[in-house]
């Protein structure tokens, strides 16, 4: 096991960056690493012609990451899409990062196929777990996220889980 501190009360770019190790999970504590690991990640730039998506844990802080983002408080140069159900967004080549609940990345998993990845944050992997107890088409999202990222892990992709 490694430890990444972050003496910052804000996680900075540094520390986000050794959260991620190439073709590796990767379990972060935010207690240790700092708050606002979620909004740091949206502000990563992918490689060029590559994408990053963050797996929120519900709908609601999908919209309150939309709402910082459009109101500029999240400050990046990145094209961001956000996916929920009533959401019109489509994904396209020319969205940097991805931001959508589990259910939205299963079900657009033939477009997201398409997109060249660089990373995966699913960010607070335990609520997504505890939703799958309630919601039988989240059950064991870990085990069938692992399938999905497993075959983009030989094109060299980061996955990185957040635990809190």
Not at 4 to 22: D, G, H, M, V
Not at 72 to 81: D, E, F, P, V, W
């Amino acid at each position: 096991m490694k430890t990444i501190r972050n003496n910052n009360k804000y996680i900075t770019q540094e520390t986000l960056n050794k959260c991620f190790r190439c073709g590796e999970y990767t379990l972060v504590d935010k207690v240790l690493c700092g708050n606002g690991f979620s909004t740091r990640f949206l502000m990563e730039e992918p490689l060029k012609y590559h994408t990053n998506i963050l797996i929120a844990p519900n709908i609601e802080v999908i919209k309150s990451k939309e709402r910082e983002y459009k109101s500029g408080r999240i400050h990046t140069k990145n094209n961001i899409g956000f996916f929920y159900e009533g959401c019109e967004s489509q994904i396209s080549p020319d969205m940097d990062v991805l931001v959508m609940v589990s259910d939205s990345f299963k079900y657009r998993k033939a477009k997201i196929d398409s997109l060249t990845i660089d990373k995966i944050l699913i960010d607070e992997i335990h609520s997504i777990e505890a939703q799958g107890s309630f919601r039988r088409e989240l059950v064991d999202f870990t085990n069938r996220s692992e399938e999905h990222t497993s075959e983009l892990q030989s094109r060299l992709h980061l996955v990185c889980r957040l635990l809190l």
